[in-house]
């Protein structure tokens, strides 16, 4: 983050298969994030809170954890290139400069440098919070994209690493989801995708269903199961013989737990 640009890394900037039916549309007819409470919580309509009252209560939201709070908390604004192609971050037409509030970090530093836990606010609109190590995404840490999708989990080197859960949305509610292990800010690994009223649970790799799965519908009942490569089913097999870690069960979806979560994160998005 002291050098700006290792920040920009698109990851998910729009939601895939956005024309697919509405996933959750039994049980999020009242869940929009437009709704007065969470447009309150998440601070859409605080432009009369002060600044100061602003980082106060972002720093309640981040909560930071005991190793990092005896660190000096701080805002630093940043000039920026800013891309006028949000989908390359490769493209930079346009310099941004002076105090913005969508070109900031709130947050710990230490020697100097970023670290710790913090808030970075994005020219695009999007905002992370979350560990920061090395002037980077690092630890736990939830990315709010500015298209109102949603990763919370963990990071590694600036990247979604590890375990995390992504949501996506679209007109404004709960759309669908992923909850399971990524590498390179890609499905890698087991996991579980609840999309187009069906989940897919199984192994990926970059992105793809890769090696045992199972594909059940919205009731649970299973449709399909096999070995997968690049997406597509290349030989059935009977369940009893589908290997899945000893834990799989625990990937199974949710789905009040899940709208739970991802409304717990709206409510805690922080203050612009």
């Excluded at 007819?29 to 309150?40: E, Q, T, Y």
């Excluded at 209560?57 to 930071?64: A, E, S």
């Excluded at 105090?99 to 440098?113: A, C, I, L, S, V």
């Excluded at 625990?250 to 009040?256: A, D, K, V």
Aim: proline share 3%.
């Amino acid at each position: 983050m002291g050098n700006t640009e290792t920040l920009n890394k698109p990851i998910r900037q729009s939601s895939s298969g956005s024309s697919s039916p509405n996933f959750y549309k039994q049980i999020t007819s009242n869940a929009s994030w437009n709704d007065l409470d969470n447009k309150i919580a998440s601070g859409l309509i605080l432009d009369e809170v002060n600044e100061d009252d602003k980082m106060e209560i972002n720093k309640k939201k981040l909560n930071l954890s005991p190793e990092f709070a005896n660190l000096e908390y701080k805002v630093k604004f940043f000039t920026q290139r800013v891309s006028n192609s949000p989908s390359n971050s490769k493209q930079y037409e346009v310099t941004q400069t002076g105090k913005t509030n969508n070109n900031r970090y709130e947050g710990t530093f230490k020697d100097g440098q970023l670290f710790g836990q913090g808030i970075y606010f994005y020219p695009s609109g999007s905002i992370y919070m979350g560990g920061i190590k090395d002037n980077g995404r690092d630890g736990q840490g939830v990315f709010y994209f500015a298209n109102g999708n949603i990763y919370s989990g963990q990071w590694q080197n600036n990247d979604q690493s590890g375990l995390g859960k992504f949501f996506f949305v679209q007109n404004e509610k709960l759309f669908q989801f992923y909850y399971g292990y990524f590498k390179n800010s890609l499905y890698q690994g087991f996991g579980c995708y609840c999309y187009q009223q069906k989940y897919y649970i199984g192994f990926w790799k970059e992105d793809k269903y890769e090696g045992h799965g199972k594909i059940f519908s919205f009731e649970g009942k299973l449709v399909r199961c096999g070995i997968f490569k690049q997406d597509k089913l290349i030989q059935e097999l009977p369940e009893e013989e589908i290997q899945f870690p000893q834990n799989w069960q625990s990937f199974l979806p949710n789905f009040s737990r899940e709208l739970n979560y991802f409304q717990e994160l709206i409510s805690n998005k922080p203050l612009v």
